[in-house]
């Protein structure tokens, strides 16, 4: 009888899971599967550290965004950022566009070194609009032109900025949206404030009622304290039940 059993005659008597075939030779020899449990197994790789800058941003990106960083005031911070897309870049480098805690900024860097920075303070931001294509986002920004009163709130200086990632120009828009629409109210209330002041003697951040005629006011006469008060409620800075208000008053005094 042959000492060595063939493949078919050692998995019918040990069955198929007891035995691993070990043929370095080409024949048919096998070894049970018990020696497997004294072979070495290396112990896995452990996953590599998650690197500490971010994997979508170039070093070049990341380098302009440390520049705006550190050109920022004592307490302002960086809200949000969009970058221009390369295939609207290729004739310069890529601008960089932020929305802080206190003003815009576009930063344009130079092909040979350096780089120019425009902003818009955010009291000074008379509109930003935005404007979608197929490829990238295009951000417009006007400045007012004269004065911090809302009725001297006139559009200035534009500039637009082409082709920035989606996402981000979004971002940066809701920033700008935000802060167009608070220092609006708040023009809009120091207007009035100044409107009430001229017409009814007031001093601004005083006690007295609004719209309280003092005699003698800036030397104007009931009919031109009258006529200012209608234009104020031509203009919608106040309602008719302070209209009549400051007429009778004035009326009064005659």
């Known amino acids: 009888m042959s000492s060595v059993l063939n493949k078919s005659a050692i998995v019918d008597a040990f069955g198929p899971q007891s035995w691993i075939r070990n043929c370095p030779s080409g024949d048919a020899t096998m070894r049970p599967a018990s020696s497997v449990a004294a072979m070495t197994v290396p112990a896995p790789t452990p996953p590599s550290a998650p690197s500490s800058k971010p994997n979508y941003e170039d070093r070049a990106i990341v380098a302009a965004l440390d520049l705006i960083r ?3 005031v004592a307490g302002e911070s960086l809200q949000a950022y969009a970058v221009q897309r390369r295939i609207f870049a290729l004739t310069h480098r890529r601008i960089v566009v932020g ?47 004269m004065g911090d009163l809302a009725s001297a709130d006139k559009p200035g200086a534009s500039a637009t900025y082409q082709g920035l990632r989606k996402e981000e120009a979004r971002r ?3 920033v700008c949206q935000g802060q167009e629409q608070a220092w609006r109210e ?14 009814g003697g007031i001093q601004l951040g005083g006690t007295a009622p609004p ?34 208000a400051i007429k009778a008053r004035i009326v009064d005094r005659l």
Do not use: C
Request: aromatic residues 6%; charged residues 30%.
């Open 172 to 174: 940066v828009y809701r």
């Open 186 to 199: 708040k023009r809009r209330v120091r207007d009035l404030d100044e409107m009430r002041a001229r017409s």
């Open 70 to 72: 550190g050109l920022l």
């Open 99 to 145: 929305a802080t805690t206190g003003r815009f900024i576009a930063l344009s860097r130079h092909l040979f070194g350096g780089y120019t920075l425009a902003d818009v303070r955010w009291q000074d931001l008379h509109d930003a609009s935005l404007n979608e294509g197929i490829l990238g986002a295009d951000l417009s920004i006007t400045s007012s032109a």
């Open 211 to 244: 719209f309280v005629a003092q005699a003698g006011d800036g030397g104007e006469d009931p009919g031109s304290r009258l006529r200012r008060a209608k234009e104020m409620l031509d203009a919608g800075l106040i309602t008719d039940a302070e209209y009549e």
